[in-house]
């Protein structure tokens, strides 16, 4: 069953005011020196942040005849203040983990030269299984949040945001020897292999 709100004028208990008609006064009997509408906007700017933090770190085999690319080790630490519930917490590092590796080693939407997605599925398309994603050694450290009771912090996005530059560097420290500073993403096979040739180490 529905109900309809209803609004008391304030210094007159008696006045009842339906929505409707509180919507229609707004637009049409406006008190003098008042702007007519029911609009408004607000910002909320909060006087504190609270920022997560960790460290990452990834050692990787590459390939020199193949370009392939083996995770050997990822080490990652976070620190999301007091941890509440340490299993969804887990679970949302390694997703945003998983998600740092698909993006970093191999998603790409690709076009052809007349504007045409040449990857129409999923099945063209990097999404890593129980198979290509490396192992995760996960730790943590606890340093609450000074600004509310709870001491908790953010942490859905920390593992994909600070992952996918891990990777990257484990990726150009490999190539550092020979002058490299830059690798573009994403680290496919094919693209390892392009650079492992460009600079001769194919040999």
């Excluded at 709100?5 to 008696?14: A, L």
């Excluded at 420290?173 to 020979?178: E, I, P, S, V």
């Amino acid at each position: 069953m529905g109900c309809r709100p209803r609004f008391h004028v304030k210094g007159n208990p008696e006045a009842v005011k339906t929505m409707k008609e509180v919507a229609w006064a707004a637009y049409n009997n406006v008190p003098e020196g008042m702007e007519m509408g029911l609009e408004t906007v607000n910002y909320y700017d909060p006087p504190n942040f609270t920022y997560p933090f960790g460290i990452y770190l990834c050692v990787v085999d590459i390939d020199r005849h193949t370009g392939e690319t083996t995770v050997r080790r990822f080490y990652a630490l976070d620190d999301c203040g007091t941890r509440i519930n340490p299993m969804i917490i887990d679970g949302q590092i390694h997703g945003g983990l998983n998600e740092a590796f698909a993006v970093a080693m191999g998603q790409l939407i690709s076009f052809d030269d007349d504007g045409n997605l040449q990857g129409n599925t999923l099945m063209d398309y990097f999404i890593p299984t129980f198979v290509e994603t490396p192992h995760w050694e996960t730790d943590y450290t606890v340093t609450p949040s000074p600004h509310h009771p709870l001491g908790a912090k953010g942490v859905a996005e920390s593992p994909h945001v600070g992952g996918i530059p891990c990777f990257t560097n484990a990726i150009v420290d490999a190539f550092a020897h020979k002058g490299v500073t830059h690798v573009d993403m994403p680290h496919t096979a094919y693209n390892l292999w392009k650079t492992i040739h460009e600079l001769g180490l194919d040999n």
